[in-house]
């Protein structure tokens, strides 16, 4: 049994409650109580006890899209780089990147990013990865690398038909492979979707080799319309807009995550809600890539399930969360925007996106639950609710401000100290295998 107690403890969760001097108790994955730190160390007296020294008590926070392969881009120079547009920077730097990534760097850009996740006290992470470089295993080792840091994770490969046809079979191959052994785990901390780039690199016959692949209980995990060239595209050779093809192809549905739905119509929006088709927000992102701010605040409005990521861009999820906040403020002109949307994105749709993959209830500190547990140093410096908790997270709360991690009831840091991991050995190899993709790329 594992105590976590001495703080301020936030539930969240559809009876979202502040604990003064809270704890909460682990009984190996799961949590098996949560109230005052003197009761359940009266009711365990012989538990493990983490002191959380007065600080926050959370729940472990979930990324719904990642990109753990734009590790290695930090610091890069690539030459003749000079975008002007989306096309661009996707041909002059990421497809550029994944296409000289090799299996041992995407491990160690796996390592290097779960690492800064647990740091981050983010515990679960949907990634969805490229690396055209060396396709075969690549799930795999970051499934192993996932494993090693103790990280929940799922996984998909990115199908797309740029680099040929028997690179596009490979990837197929690959989210097959990764779904069928994940059908096998019993750990419950690894899941496996079907990856796909974009409608404007896929085939009509590509989603069908896709669909041909995925089992009926799995989803695809897809960007849609994040610049116009995917939405011009469709209309050009199909005479339909993205989301309309992808429901005549049969990829929407509940267990499918949309990435970015940027410029969508609102026909396209009905679609993904009758469909209960998810959708992630990325808005750091989209702002660094200039693609435009998409209508996530109607979405959530008409109903749909619209959850938060961050791209790559960051592993701090309060990060993209105060991004968020900030953009449609901005973009709508209305200071009472997102307010509300923004926060619910992040402790309540991104765990029920968790949901429809793991086991697990995520996101919440109930009996019952993961045992997902963040403690971090935050001291606020006026009154604290459960009510007012949304605002004290957006302006004085960070990821950094972590100092301890547990997930599935094991401890991964505690009190800024990673627990049997080498940190310094990893990113030493990571910076190793990062300077010698970058002379690749360089030399060509």
């Given at each position: 049994m594992l105590l976590i107690g001495n703080g301020r403890l936030i539930t969240r969760g559809e009876h979202n409650r502040l604990i003064e001097n809270g704890c909460v108790a682990a009984d190996g994955s799961v949590i098996a109580a949560v109230g005052t730190t003197d009761e359940l160390r009266r009711h365990w007296p012989g538990a493990q006890f983490i002191d959380a020294h007065g600080g926050m008590i959370l729940p472990g926070l979930i990324n719904a899209h990642n990109h753990i392969y734009s590790a290695f881009s930090r610091g890069i120079a690539i030459n003749g780089y000079n975008p002007h547009n989306f096309l661009d920077i996707l041909d002059g730097m990421w497809w550029t990147i994944d296409r000289n990534l090799l299996l041992e760097d995407t491990r160690y850009s796996a390592l290097a990013t779960y690492i800064d996740c647990v740091k981050c006290g983010v515990t679960t992470v949907f990634d969805h990865h490229a690396s055209f470089g060396e396709i075969p295993g690549s799930l795999f080792a970051i499934a192993d690398a996932a494993s090693e840091i103790g990280v929940r994770t799922c996984l998909c490969y990115e199908v797309s038909d740029r680099d040929g046809e028997e690179k596009m079979r490979q990837a197929v191959r690959e989210n097959a492979d990764f779904i069928a052994h994940c059908k096998k785990d019993t750990t419950g901390m690894v899941r496996g979707m079907m990856g796909m780039h974009a409608s404007f690199t896929l085939s009509d016959a590509t989603l069908a080799l896709c669909r041909e692949h995925t089992p009926s209980d799995i989803g695809f995990h897809i960007h849609v319309a994040e610049g116009m060239a995917d939405v011009y595209d469709s209309l050009k050779k199909y005479g339909k807009r993205v989301i309309n093809r992808l429901y005549d192809n049969d990829i929407l549905g509940e267990k499918t995550i949309t990435g970015h739905c940027i410029h969508i119509n609102g026909i396209e929006m009905d679609i993904l809600k009758e469909t209960n088709t998810m959708v992630v927000h990325n808005p750091e992102s989209n702002m660094g890539n200039a693609v435009g701010c998409p209508p996530t605040m109607e979405m959530i409005h008409r109903?749909?399930?619209?959850?938060?990521?961050?791209?790559?861009?960051?592993?701090?999820?309060?990060?993209?969360?105060?991004?968020?906040?900030?953009?449609?403020?901005?973009?709508?002109?209305?200071?009472?925007?997102?307010?509300g949307e923004v926060p619910y994105m992040l402790f309540e749709v991104n765990p029920a996106i968790g949901a429809r993959y793991f086991d697990k209830k995520l996101g919440v500190l109930e009996e019952g639950a993961a045992a997902d547990i963040i403690v971090t140093d935050y001291d606020p410096l006026t009154p604290l609710t459960a009510d007012n908790i949304n605002g004290h997270t957006l302006f004085g709360m960070s990821g950094r401000q972590t100092v301890t991690t547990v997930i599935d009831g094991k401890v991964r840091m505690q009190d800024r100290e990673l627990v049997d991991i080498d940190e310094k050995k990893i990113l030493a190899e990571a910076r190793a295998h990062a300077q010698a993709m970058w002379n690749r790329i360089n030399s060509r």
């Open positions: 109903g749909l399930l619209v959850g938060l990521g961050t791209d790559g861009y960051t592993n701090d999820m309060y990060e993209s969360m105060k991004a968020a906040n900030c953009l449609h403020k901005h973009n709508l002109c209305d200071p009472t925007a997102a307010w």
